[in-house]
Each structure stands twice: as C-alpha cells, then as structure tokens.
C-alpha cells in the first residue's frame, strides 16, 4: 500500500460517520422534524456497540445493537416532539446532553478495556482493482451499509412514492394531512431511521475508528454532521462531497504540519470548517433551489386541526 | 415572624458551620476536570486522586467534568465555591484565569489550580508535576529503538507545559543520538479519540517509528498496536491498548498531593504555595519497561534513578534554543520561571512553534 492509499484510507475512515449521522438526520429533517440529538444518538450507539461486540465477542452484534439502541433512544425524541409537541430544538439539546450522561454511566465499566474490532469484508475480483480497489471493496460493514444508504435514500427521496409522502410531510404536514397521509406515522418512522444511523455512525467510532470505549468519544462530531445537512441543502450526494471534503482537509492539515510546513495551526485546524462551508455555499447558491429543497415545515410541531 | 425564623435559623447554620469547620466529615474538597472521567488519561488520573481523597480522609467530594476552557469553566468554579466547597482543584492550564478571577470574589475558599503560575490572591495555590522527567527518558528510549531516526509528536496546545515536554523529549533523544529528529502535529484538542488517532495515521505514514503524544485519550496507542509501531502511554499505564508495541508510559500520580492538601485544609493549616514536585516525590511515575532490549531498559532505568535521586536534570546546558543561540551555558540549569513559562524549542525540533 502506498502514501496515496493509505492517506485516502485514513480519509474514508474519518468521514463515514459523519456521513453515516448526516444521512439518518437529512431523511429526518426531509420529514419536518429537526432533531438536535444527533451527538446524543451517535454516542448511544458508541456505547451499545462497544458494549454488545464485546460482551458477546461478535462486532456484528454490536453493529446491530448501535443500530437498534441509536433508534430506540430517537424514538424518545419522536414520542417529546411528536406526540407530546414539544419544543424540537430545546428537545433535541436534551436528547444530546441526555445521551452523553447515560452513556458515561453505563460505559464505566468498559474504560481502559480494549474492544473487539469489525474486521474488513475483502470482496473478491472487485477488490483487485488497481488503486481504487484495497481503498472501496476492501473495507468493514458499515462503510458499505454508508454508501448504499446514501444510494437508497437519494432514490427513495425522489424516485420512489413513499419519498414523496415523507417530503409532503417535511414542506407541509397540514396539507398532507388533509390528504389523509398520517403525520405522526411519518415522523415516528424517519426519526427512528436517523436514530438508527446516528447510532451506526457512532458504533463506527467504537468499532472501527478507534477501538475502545472513551467517554463523550465521538467529541462534537454529531454537530459536524448536523451542520453538513444544512450547507448541504438537504441533499444526498452534496452530503457526500461535504462529508469526505470535511474528512479530507482534515486528514490534509494534519500531513501539512507532518512534513513540516510552517502554517499557523490554529488556522489548519479551522481549514476543514471553512472549506466544507466554502464549497458547500457554493454549490448551493442558487437561492430558488436551495429553498425549493429545505423542508417548509422544519422544526414546526404539527397538531390537528380536528 | 417568619422573616425572623428563618434569620434566627441562618444564624445557628451559620454558626454551626463555624464551630465545626475543622473536621473531616465537614469539608468539601471540588474538582473540575477538563475531560471525561473515563478518558483513561489525563482526567481519569486526576479523578483517582479524588477517589483517595475520599476513601482515605472520609471527605465529601464532588466533581465535573468535560468543562471547557474559557468562559464555562468560571461559571463550574464559582458555582461550586457557592455551594460550599471548602477546597477546589482545577485540573487544566485554561482554567488559570477563571480560577483567579473566582478565587479573589470568594476568600474564605481555598483555590487549587493544576499546571499554572498565577496566584494572584493567597487563597490560591498552584501545583504540577515535573512529567518532563519523564519524557527525557522517552526520548532516549526512542532514540535507541527507533530503526529511521525520526519519532512523531502528537501535541495538544503550544502551552509551556506541552513545549517543555517536546524539548526535553529531544534533548534525551538527542543524548543518545544527535541526529533525531521529531516530527510534531498540533492537533487543537486534548481530547478527541477520532482526531489523535488521525494523527497518529498521519505520522506513522510519513514513516516515524515511534509515536508519543501528549492528549488524553488512548487512540494513539492504539493505532501503533494495529500498525505495530512502537509507542509511548500518556498519564496512564496503557499497555492494555498496546501489548506488543508500549515502550512505557508516563504516569500521574495525583494522590499523594490531593491527600497532603485536603489534609491541610482540614487541619485549618492550608496556605498558599507553588509545589513542582517531580520523580523524587512519587508524584511522576514510569510504566514498566516492555518492548525493548536490555540495554535500553538499563539505560532507561538509569537514568530514571538518577532524576529521583535529584542527580541529574533534564534542562543542564549546554541547551541552545532552536535558532542556534545560546539558553543554557555548560552546567547551568534552567530557573524556575523560564521553565513554567517556556514559550521556545530547544535546538533539533523540526517544527515552527505556534503562538
């Protein structure tokens, strides 16, 4: 393995949580609700991850306990804002302080043990690619779960009718219920479904990224994913390109102050912020678009008229 | 008449509190931290220092963590001075000012600042430990070892605590061979497992053999198992994270001050004061010595014994700074201030320090 590969390696491996969390709260928010507990999941899902791949010694497990635990914990969320109509900002604050708490007291017992990792699937003939092949078919579970998703929700938003519901929800749910769609329904399901990738994100932490449980470990990497949904205009393959770009420039500034180039560092770490938001911006600059694609009812808590 | 009782009752409180002040179940001893208790680091050593604190002396204690530096670590401080701490300890360079700033609003609080220099009232002390010590053995285990002569820094903030630990990191290395070279990476963070082990991925792909870091978590280590690059622990032993590749590991030991100084509170005998205390006191501790030949883990030992027998010094010229001129002239040692506030690289660190 060459330089290129291993630094592009590194790259995927600390974008695709971001990317992961991204996907789960863009298909959230497409529905009307913003959730802030993207970090509050995504550190559920570390913890339930770590926890099941270690105690049963299988780190598929734990990939299907991130999962279930990063949806069951949403749900909390969905049942405050939903049901109840609460607050959708000041809720998902709570879920996020709730998450890091919880997680910190169930994961004492794992400080300072090391966990079990999720090995790569090498597929074969696709992997001998040159190039490209070690660094995309050579890679763990959750990497390929990330890509199909980010396929599958962009068709599934705007190829498939079920999209076009969960959007007629986001943009305007009075409307929508009127055309007897069931609102709560939606929102239940698309807030679970950012649950369960939030907690997938952070069972990558655990699982692949770095291999232990460390308290409040996905450090503020849920804010990150959050912010990429917004600049990304709610849409699947900007989130890609902000995502990696994010992951890259980061790894990038780190190889810049390896080889010794004398940069202020406070500044290269600031560099993959204002990059990520410098494209981004550009992308989506024209406004028509952009407020075409930001769901109209976002944040807004639905009661029935009747 | 109401207004009354409850005046009457703060009065007896009051008093109360007065006559029994000085007894163990009576005080509080606080402790704001900069990371999570379960960092396995930095923090996690500060918190077993508290657990002492209550286990031996009986004392309540309370606790926070994950406090920012800055703004939010004023208000953690002056909250727990209002709520009866009789003593807070804060754990991180950043809370300097903060702590100042609250101790002198409240004067009957003793202030307990980790790494820092400014006592601007006589309620506050500051205390460290001499963890340079122990990196100058680092650096001449790492130059020993290392096969390319180049070993990776993962740095936190170019504070003097960190620079002092960079220099005498390559004044031990350069002991042993003078060519060493290090290659250092700032990473913005004390605590950010993703971004450490970033780092250490970056480093080792630009082939250094050796990886030490000074941030909190155990990511470093970790990737230098997986990589089977040879690597050093950080405030905690972490050769669970690093079986084959561990070197040693620099280990803080609060414990024996937070006793002494709780201690002191309690028996109303507490005064301000400025404690460096180093190998010699216990207070700076070395993993053992695995992963290595022999003769390396002699040399270590030695000098090792000899820093604890206060015979040797890490910061004894000939040192000259990174541009070639002079700092320490043959023999001479580095005083006090110059060390606590260090803000240069000593000869031989290839990187531009940040302001």
Same mark, same amino acid.
């Given at each position: 393995?060459?330089?290129?590969?291993?630094?592009?390696?590194?790259?995927?491996?600390?974008?695709?949580?971001?990317?992961?969390?991204?996907?789960?709260?863009?298909?959230?928010?497409? #529905?009307?609700?913003?959730?802030?507990?993207?970090?509050?999941?995504?550190?559920?899902?570390?913890?339930?991850?770590?926890?099941?791949?270690?105690?049963?010694?299988?780190?598929?497990?734990?990939?299907?306990?991130?999962?279930?635990?990063?949806?069951?914990?949403?749900?909390?969320?969905?049942?405050?804002?939903?049901?109840?109509?609460?607050?959708?900002?000041?809720?998902?604050?709570?879920?996020?302080? !709730?998450?890091?708490?919880?997680?910190?007291?169930?994961?004492?017992?794992?400080?300072?043990?090391?966990?079990?990792?999720?090995?790569?699937?090498?597929?074969?003939?696709?992997?001998?690619?040159?190039?490209?092949?070690?660094?995309?078919?050579?890679?763990?579970?959750?990497?390929?779960?990330?890509?199909?998703?980010?396929?599958?929700?962009?068709?599934? !938003?705007?190829? #498939?009718?079920?999209?076009?519901?969960?959007?007629?929800?986001?943009?305007?749910?009075?409307?929508?219920?009127?055309?007897?769609?069931?609102?709560?329904?939606?929102?239940?399901?698309?807030?679970?479904?950012?649950?369960?990738?939030?907690?997938?994100?952070?069972?990558?932490?655990?699982?692949?990224?770095?291999?232990?449980?460390?308290?409040?470990?996905?450090?503020?990497?849920?804010?990150?994913?959050?912010?990429?949904?917004?600049?990304?205009?709610?849409?699947?393959?900007?989130?890609?390109?902000?995502?990696?770009?994010?992951?890259?420039?980061?790894?990038?500034?780190?190889?810049?102050?390896?080889?010794?180039?004398?940069?202020?560092?406070?500044?290269?770490?600031?560099?993959?912020?204002?990059?990520?938001?410098?494209?981004?911006?550009?992308?989506?600059?024209?406004?028509?678009?952009?407020?075409?694609?930001?769901?109209?009812?976002?944040?807004?808590?639905?009661?029935?008229?009747? | 008449?109401?207004?009354?009782?409850?005046?009457?009752?703060?009065?007896?409180?009051?008093?109360?509190?007065?006559?029994?002040?000085?007894?163990?179940?009576?005080?509080?001893?606080?402790?704001?931290?900069?990371?999570?208790?379960?960092?396995?680091?930095?923090?996690?050593?500060?918190?077993?220092?508290?657990?002492?604190?209550?286990?031996?002396?009986?004392?309540?204690?309370?606790?926070?963590?994950?406090?920012?530096?800055?703004?939010?670590?004023?208000?953690?401080?002056? =909250?727990?001075?209002?709520?009866?701490?009789?003593?807070?300890?804060?754990?991180?360079? *950043?809370?300097?000012?903060?702590?100042?700033?609250?101790?002198?609003?409240?004067?009957?609080?003793?202030?307990?600042?980790?790494?820092?220099?400014? =006592?601007?009232?006589?309620?506050?002390?500051?205390?460290?430990?001499?963890f340079y010590q122990g990196?100058?053995?680092?650096?001449?285990?790492?130059?020993?070892?290392?096969?390319?002569?180049?070993?990776?820094?993962?740095?936190?903030?170019?504070? +003097?605590?960190?620079?002092?630990?960079?220099?005498?990191?390559?004044?031990?290395?350069?002991?042993v061979n003078p060519d060493?070279?290090?290659?250092?990476?700032?990473?913005?963070?004390?605590?950010?497992? *993703?971004?450490?082990?970033?780092?250490?991925?970056?480093?080792?792909?630009?082939?250094?053999?050796?990886?030490?870091?000074?941030?909190?978590?155990?990511?470093?280590?970790?990737?230098?198992?997986?990589?089977?690059?040879?690597?050093?622990?950080?405030?905690?032993?972490?050769?669970?994270?690093?079986?084959?590749?561990?070197?040693?590991?620099?280990?803080?030991?609060?414990? +024996?001050?937070?006793?002494?100084?709780?201690?002191?509170?309690?028996?109303?005998?507490?005064?301000?004061?400025?404690?460096?205390?180093?190998?010699?006191?216990?207070?700076?501790?070395?993993?053992?010595?695995?992963?290595?030949?022999?003769?390396?883990?002699?040399?270590?030992?030695?000098?090792?014994?000899?820093?604890t027998a206060n015979e040797?010094?890490?910061?004894?010229? +000939?040192?000259?700074?990174?541009?070639?001129?002079?700092?320490?002239?043959?023999?001479?040692?580095?005083?006090?201030?110059?060390?606590? *506030?260090?803000?240069?690289?000593?000869?031989?660190?290839?990187?531009?320090? +940040?302001?």
């Amino acid at each position: 393995m060459d330089i290129t590969q291993a630094v592009l390696l590194t790259i995927i491996t600390a974008s695709t949580p971001l990317l992961l969390a991204a996907i789960g709260e863009l298909v959230t928010e497409r #529905s009307g609700v913003l959730n802030l507990g993207v970090e509050g999941m995504m550190i559920m899902g570390a913890i339930a991850g770590f926890a099941f791949a270690l105690i049963s010694g299988n780190p598929y497990v734990g990939v299907i306990g991130a999962m279930v635990f990063g949806a069951l914990f949403s749900l909390i969320f969905a049942f405050a804002v939903v049901t109840l109509v609460t607050n959708q900002v000041a809720t998902g604050l709570a879920l996020t302080i !709730l998450g890091l708490g919880i997680s910190g007291l169930w994961g004492e017992a794992f400080v300072g043990v090391p966990g079990v990792k999720l090995q790569p699937i090498v597929i074969p003939i696709l992997s001998d690619i040159p190039f490209f092949g070690k660094l995309l078919f050579a890679q763990d579970l959750i990497f390929y779960i990330a890509i199909i998703l980010l396929i599958g929700v962009n068709w599934f !938003l705007f190829k #498939s009718r079920t999209g076009l519901v969960l959007r007629a929800v986001g943009d305007n749910h009075n409307s929508a219920h009127a055309l007897g769609i069931s609102v709560p329904k939606v929102r239940y399901l698309a807030t679970a479904f950012g649950g369960a990738c939030s907690g997938l994100a952070g069972g990558y932490m655990s699982l692949v990224y770095t291999t232990q449980w460390i308290e409040n470990m996905t450090a503020g990497r849920g804010w990150i994913a959050l912010a990429l949904v917004v600049f990304a205009s709610w849409r699947p393959g900007r989130l890609l390109i902000g995502a990696y770009l994010f992951g890259a420039v980061g790894i990038a500034q780190l190889h810049i102050q390896a080889l010794g180039f004398k940069l202020p560092t406070q500044f290269l770490s600031a560099l993959p912020y204002l990059t990520t938001i410098l494209v981004l911006v550009i992308i989506s600059q024209n406004r028509r678009l952009t407020l075409m694609n930001t769901p109209a009812a976002l944040g807004k808590g639905f009661v029935p008229d009747r | 008449m109401k207004k009354l009782l409850f005046a009457m009752l703060g009065a007896s409180m009051t008093m109360m509190a007065g006559a029994t002040g000085a007894q163990a179940a009576d005080t509080k001893a606080c402790f704001v931290y900069v990371g999570p208790i379960g960092d396995f680091g930095w923090t996690y050593q500060h918190d077993q220092g508290r657990l002492a604190v209550e286990k031996e002396l009986g004392v309540e204690t309370a606790y926070q963590e994950s406090v920012e530096e800055g703004a939010d670590a004023e208000r953690a401080i002056e =909250r727990f001075a209002r709520s009866d701490c009789d003593v807070i300890f804060t754990t991180s360079f *950043g809370y300097m000012d903060p702590t100042n700033k609250v101790a002198k609003k409240f004067p009957d609080v003793k202030f307990e600042h980790a790494t820092g220099y400014k =006592r601007e009232s006589s309620n506050v002390s500051t205390y460290s430990s001499k963890f340079y010590q122990g990196r100058y053995i680092q650096g001449q285990i790492a130059a020993k070892t290392s096969k390319t002569g180049v070993a990776g820094y993962i740095a936190s903030f170019p504070i +003097p605590e960190v620079v002092r630990g960079i220099n005498s990191f390559i004044l031990g290395a350069q002991s042993v061979n003078p060519d060493f070279k290090l290659k250092v990476v700032w990473v913005n963070t004390w605590f950010d497992p *993703g971004k450490e082990s970033d780092a250490a991925k970056t480093l080792i792909d630009q082939g250094v053999d050796i990886i030490t870091q000074h941030t909190d978590s155990t990511a470093a280590m970790q990737v230098a198992e997986e990589r089977g690059i040879k690597a050093f622990g950080q405030a905690s032993d972490m050769i669970k994270f690093g079986e084959t590749v561990q070197l040693t590991a620099i280990i803080d030991d609060w414990a +024996p001050y937070y006793l002494e100084r709780v201690k002191a509170v309690i028996d109303g005998n507490w005064e301000s004061q400025d404690v460096w205390h180093g190998m010699d006191h216990g207070s700076v501790a070395m993993a053992p010595y695995t992963n290595m030949p022999d003769d390396v883990a002699k040399l270590a030992t030695d000098t090792q014994t000899k820093i604890t027998a206060n015979e040797f010094e890490p910061f004894t010229g +000939p040192i000259m700074k990174q541009d070639g001129s002079e700092w320490l002239k043959e023999g001479e040692k580095a005083d006090i201030g110059t060390m606590l *506030g260090m803000n240069f690289y000593v000869k031989g660190v290839d990187d531009q320090l +940040p302001n």
